[in-house]
């Protein structure tokens, strides 16, 4: 019988997350860490060398300058609400995850969230294993999409 309990903690404990459930649990981080405003927790997502592209900027490269960007974004007058991420595709390798979806963001300016405007868009986010077993984001490359047309 003891053979049975070693083999069922043995299997237990070699079970990994699939690169799906992680990203999504990654993605739910994200969100919460955005909307509270918790600049350090959401630059903490990324790798020490992360890249952040977004459009018509140069690109932020490293921990220190994603926080910057990150805090400056906070202190705007509109303020984000909510983001939700779909992963469309997901595919690991070597300690990487490819990850590709869509986001919509929604926005609100400070105190009046009934002129909330959401915000679509498209990403690419290469997460990083890192040595402690944790995920990072590497590079996240983010690309605004045209609104749906009302229904």
Known sequence: MSWLLTLALVAGAAQ?????????????QYATRLVRQDVDGLAD??????????PNVDDLVGRSMIRERLKVAAEQRMRATDLR????EVASFNGLIVDQGDYIQTLA?????RRAVDYYGRYIAIWAEQPDSTWKIARLMLSPKRQPAPR
């Open 16 to 28: 990994v997350d699939a690169p799906q459930d992680i990203v999504t649990r990654m993605w739910a």
């Open 45 to 54: 997502l990324f790798a020490d060398n992360g890249r952040l592209m977004e």
């Open 85 to 88: 991420v779909v992963p469309r």
């Open 109 to 113: 300016p400070q105190g009046d969230p």
